[in-house]
């Protein structure tokens, strides 16, 4: 894991975005395609913005699968991942060559099963994601599954990851917060060759540290991150402000 700390989220965003363009990059040069996964969530503003600011990316040639979405909660609502991407990246580039939703509002299973299914014929080769604030990987909860190899998950959103829904204003009230949600898993998002982790702000420190100084556990999910070849974490001095010797 390599660690890169900015003074602000938008310089965290311009580095981490730019490092994931030239992955992205480098993938199509070299196999002619590109597979990613997008994260959502105020952590991923910037990082957003500036991958849309590389301008000589040939989106023609990427496909983007994304890392989750609540169940039961309609693509018009404004917490809906969905609704999040299509608005802040898929309706911006219009020339994308595919882009596979997660529709949490039909059979979870079925949708699981069929996420399953097609991105097993899509080998990623970069993963943007973040760290939650009780130190969850996508909506992968504290004690996150660590075992299973399934692609996507049906999950319990632990009262720490809805508080923090609730925080981000995207629910009006904490019983507004769905209680369950399809997660891509852990297994899935490791098998990425290369992962961007975009961590700002203050409320993230105390799980940045954990995650980063702590011994790999599944009460604090996203340590597993330290056992990938190749993921790179961006953090701000607010996020890093509890790491030794910072």
Same mark, same amino acid.
């Given at each position: 894991?390599?660690?890169?700390?900015?003074?602000?989220?938008?310089? !965290?965003?311009?580095?981490?975005?730019?490092?994931?363009?030239?992955?992205?990059?480098?993938?199509?040069?070299?196999?002619?395609?590109?597979?990613?996964?997008?994260?959502?969530?105020?952590?991923?503003?910037?990082?957003?913005?500036?991958?849309?600011?590389?301008?000589?990316?040939? *989106?023609?040639?990427?496909?983007?699968?994304?890392?989750?979405?609540?169940?039961?909660?309609?693509?018009?609502?404004?917490?809906?991942?969905?609704?999040?991407?299509?608005?802040?990246?898929?309706?911006?580039?219009?020339?994308?060559?595919?882009?596979?939703?997660?529709?949490?509002?039909?059979?979870?299973?079925?949708?699981?099963?069929?996420?399953?299914? !097609?991105?097993?014929?899509? =080998?990623?080769?970069?993963?943007?994601?973040?760290?939650?604030?009780?130190?969850?990987?996508?909506?992968?909860?504290?004690?996150?599954?660590?075992?299973?190899?399934?692609?996507?998950?049906?999950?319990?959103?632990?009262?720490?990851?809805?508080?923090?829904?609730?925080?981000?204003? *995207?629910?009006?009230?904490?019983?507004?917060?769905?209680?369950?949600?399809?997660?891509?898993?852990?297994?899935?998002?490791?098998?990425?060759?290369?992962?961007?982790?975009?961590?700002?702000?203050?409320?993230?420190?105390?799980?940045?540290?954990?995650?980063?100084?702590?011994?790999?556990?599944? !009460?604090? =999910?996203?340590?597993?991150?330290?056992?990938?070849?190749?993921?790179?974490?961006?953090?701000?001095?607010?996020?890093?402000?509890?790491?030794?010797?910072?």
């Amino acid at each position: 894991m390599t660690i890169d700390i900015s003074q602000n989220p938008a310089e !965290l965003g311009q580095k981490s975005g730019k490092s994931g363009a030239e992955l992205i990059r480098g993938a199509i040069q070299t196999q002619g395609f590109a597979n990613i996964i997008l994260a959502t969530g105020t952590s991923q503003f910037e990082t957003l913005g500036q991958l849309l600011a590389e301008k000589d990316i040939d *989106w023609s040639k990427v496909t983007v699968f994304h890392l989750d979405e609540y169940i039961g909660l309609p693509i018009t609502h404004p917490a809906s991942f969905r609704k999040y991407l299509l608005e802040r990246f898929f309706n911006l580039v219009p020339d994308l060559k595919t882009y596979y939703l997660i529709d949490g509002e039909n059979d979870p299973e079925a949708e699981c099963a069929h996420l399953s299914e !097609l991105i097993s014929r899509h =080998p990623i080769d970069v993963a943007f994601v973040g760290i939650g604030e009780n130190g969850h990987l996508a909506f992968n909860d504290p004690p996150a599954d660590f075992e299973t190899e399934k692609s996507y998950l049906v999950v319990n959103l632990d009262h720490a990851c809805r508080m923090q829904q609730l925080g981000e204003g *995207w629910f009006p009230d904490l019983k507004s917060v769905p209680n369950q949600a399809i997660s891509m898993s852990i297994h899935q998002i490791l098998k990425s060759k290369s992962i961007i982790c975009s961590v700002p702000d203050l409320r993230k420190a105390q799980a940045v540290k954990d995650c980063i100084e702590g011994r790999v556990s599944n !009460l604090q =999910p996203a340590s597993i991150l330290q056992t990938h070849p190749a993921c790179e974490m961006y953090l701000d001095e607010a996020s890093s402000s509890l790491l030794s010797g910072h």
